[in-house]
């Protein structure tokens, strides 16, 4: 199962350089600020395609013990395309998630981007829960563009060399939101983009099955592992 999940991931590294750069089922192709693309694509930055910026920066909102999820850097992981939930340590309370953030909270198909820490690592939101820390900033894209390809889009190589670029040199690396914005991207059809997004997302979810079938194994046998270790399960020997 490991050997299929490599397998997997360097498929799904393979079909991310393709499809990004090259599209389906293009021919003719031209030069652009971000390298060879399709002759119908576009060039725009960040900032043309996002249409609100969810920013808590520089503030810490008064905490509670129970309540309202508050997400993190920690949440955003390289194990999946959504915020793990289980690495919560923080929440609020009603009256704080309905008053203190002033830009609202992350809905379904918002992009959370770490601006210190795991930068050039994304989420994409798959359900309208929680608030988001001073060290993440949420993106939600236009009518125009598929959030889904905007978040497979950054965790390509285009971005990821920008975002290496504009944090050359700095001893804390931190992003600074209005840099990030600026960072030119090839962008398709709306139908294109969704196509995209289908394909990666499918490879990205037989990914995640075999990692669920790996783990439930190692559980398997670690619990096994236990009972013997412990004489819960003899082994009968002779």
Same mark, same amino acid.
């Given at each position: ?29 031209? +030069? ?5 693309? *399709? ?28 309540? !309202? ?27 704080? !998630? ?11 198909? +918002?992009?959370? $981007? *770490? ?7 994304? @989420? ?8 988001? @820390? ?11 563009? +598929?959030?889904?390809?905007? !978040? ?17 040199? @700095?001893?804390? *690396? ?13 962008? *398709? ?7 995209? @997004? ?28 236990? +009972? ?6 003899? $082994?009968?020997?002779?």
């Amino acid at each position: 199962t490991e050997s299929e999940i490599s397998k997997l991931q360097d498929l799904k590294k393979g079909m991310m350089q393709q499809l990004l750069t090259q599209g389906i089922g293009h021919t003719q192709f031209k +030069d652009s600020p971000v390298g060879r693309i *399709p002759v119908g694509w576009e060039v725009k930055t960040l900032q043309n395609i996002i249409k609100k910026i969810i920013d808590n920066r520089g503030k810490t909102p008064p905490l509670s013990d129970t309540g !309202y999820e508050l997400l993190e850097v920690a949440s955003i992981t390289d194990n999946s395309r959504f915020p793990d939930f289980s690495t919560v340590r923080k929440f609020v309370d009603r009256n704080t !998630y309905e008053t203190w953030f002033r830009n609202g909270h992350p809905l379904i198909g +918002d992009i959370l $981007v *770490p601006t210190v820490g795991s930068i050039g690592q994304f @989420a994409i939101t798959r359900e309208n829960r929680g608030c988001i @820390a001073q060290n993440l900033v949420a993106l939600r894209v236009n009518k125009f563009t +598929d959030s889904t390809y905007t !978040y497979y889009l950054l965790n390509g190589d285009v971005v990821e060399s920008r975002i290496s670029s504009i944090l050359m040199g @700095a001893v804390q *690396p931190s992003l600074r939101v209005p840099h990030f914005m600026g960072i030119s991207i090839p962008i *398709p059809s709306l139908v294109e983009q969704q196509k995209i @997004a289908d394909i990666l997302t499918s490879i990205d979810d037989s990914i995640q099955q075999q990692q669920r079938e790996l783990q439930q194994t190692q559980n398997l046998k670690k619990s096994l592992m236990q +009972d013997l270790l412990t004489g819960k399960v003899r $082994v009968k020997v002779g």
